[in-house]
């Protein structure tokens, strides 16, 4: 069966220019997301990881950034945003999403296999997505400017962790996406 994560955080009126500044505000909206799961087992069998591309009866298919633009309304311009950020997650945190560090609920990837205690080379932390759907589920009353930044950058984060790059734990967003 396939599952689709996307339980998402309510967008409040309030957010939506931020939403907009963010290009997240069409995603964002969309209330639910049908998965056709004969179309998704047809793609998968005809899916070659070395060229990344699906072969089809017609020919090779692959899916480009454009694509992705046009299915999800995403921006694709603009420079890419890449490097590291200087601070550490849970200050990231504090600071960007307002949760104070003894509050945030993160948790870091581990490598399977003998040693399931073993950290990964490059550790990731993500955020529970449980809890930041619940602690953004309404914006407060009569919030400031910050407060609403914060709601909106919650509502990006659950998006990209439980739609646009959904892994299959789907209880986690990392928090690189912060950056």
């Given at each position: 069966?396939?599952?689709?994560?996307?339980v998402?955080?309510?967008?409040?009126p309030?957010?939506?220019?931020?939403?907009?500044?963010?290009?997240?505000?069409?995603?964002?909206?969309?209330?639910?997301?049908?998965?056709?799961?004969?179309?998704?087992?047809?793609?998968?069998?005809?899916?070659?990881?070395?060229?990344?591309?699906?072969?089809?009866?017609?020919?090779?298919?692959?899916?480009?950034?454009?694509?992705?633009?046009?299915?999800?309304?995403?921006?694709?311009?603009?420079?890419?945003?890449?490097?590291?950020?200087?601070a550490?997650?849970?200050?990231?945190?504090?600071?960007?999403?307002?949760?104070?560090?003894?509050?945030?609920?993160m948790?870091?990837?581990?490598?399977?296999?003998?040693?399931?205690?073993?950290?990964?080379?490059?550790?990731?932390?993500?955020?529970?997505?449980?809890?930041?759907?619940?602690r953004?589920?309404?914006v407060?009353?009569?919030?400031?400017?910050?407060?609403?930044?914060?709601?909106?950058?919650?509502?990006?984060?659950?998006?990209?962790?439980?739609?646009?790059?959904?892994?299959?734990?789907?209880?986690?967003?990392p928090?690189?996406?912060?950056?």
């Amino acid at each position: 069966n396939v599952r689709c994560h996307r339980v998402g955080i309510p967008v409040d009126p309030l957010c939506s220019a931020a939403l907009h500044n963010l290009g997240f505000y069409q995603i964002a909206k969309m209330k639910k997301i049908n998965v056709d799961k004969y179309l998704i087992s047809a793609l998968v069998e005809r899916w070659r990881p070395e060229t990344n591309s699906f072969h089809l009866p017609v020919g090779e298919m692959t899916v480009t950034l454009q694509d992705v633009s046009c299915l999800w309304g995403l921006p694709i311009h603009g420079k890419p945003i890449i490097g590291k950020a200087g601070a550490t997650w849970s200050g990231l945190i504090e600071r960007l999403l307002g949760i104070p560090i003894d509050e945030q609920h993160m948790k870091q990837k581990r490598k399977r296999g003998d040693d399931d205690n073993i950290a990964v080379k490059n550790s990731q932390y993500s955020l529970n997505l449980g809890k930041l759907r619940e602690r953004f589920q309404v914006v407060p009353d009569n919030p400031v400017d910050r407060e609403i930044h914060w709601h909106a950058r919650a509502i990006v984060l659950e998006i990209l962790g439980s739609t646009v790059f959904t892994d299959t734990s789907g209880d986690g967003v990392p928090t690189m996406y912060l950056q």
